[in-house]
């Protein structure tokens, strides 16, 4: 039987790869650089406002599958 690596692990490689290539045949400052450019594009997306990056739960009453008001009452004791 073949062991399939976890989606998570897959998207963790093909990152890695992607980083790998971008950055192939780069000197030290040029990497450096690429690292900040990459963080201030990162952090200014982090700045938009909620609504703007997860519409689905802009509305008013919804709420993310993952919060704690949709966990209570759902774990059993065995």
């Known amino acids: 039987m073949m062991n399939h690596e ?3 692990i897959q998207w963790k ?3 890695a790869e992607r980083v790998a290539s971008l950055t192939a045949g780069m000197s030290y ?3 450096l650089e690429f690292w900040r450019t990459r963080t201030e594009k990162l952090r ?3 700045q ?3 609504q703007a990056r997860q ?3 802009a509305g008013e009453g ?3 599958p993952c919060s704690s008001d949709n ?3 759902t774990h059993q004791r065995v």
Do not use: D, F, N
Request: hydrophobic share 10%.
């Open 13 to 15: 490689r093909q990152g």
């Open 6 to 8: 976890p989606k998570c």
């Open 71 to 73: 966990l209570v009452g």
């Open 48 to 50: 938009k406002p909620q």
């Open 29 to 31: 400052e040029q990497e």
């Open 55 to 57: 519409p689905e739960l």
């Open 44 to 46: 200014s997306r982090q």
């Open 62 to 64: 919804k709420t993310s």
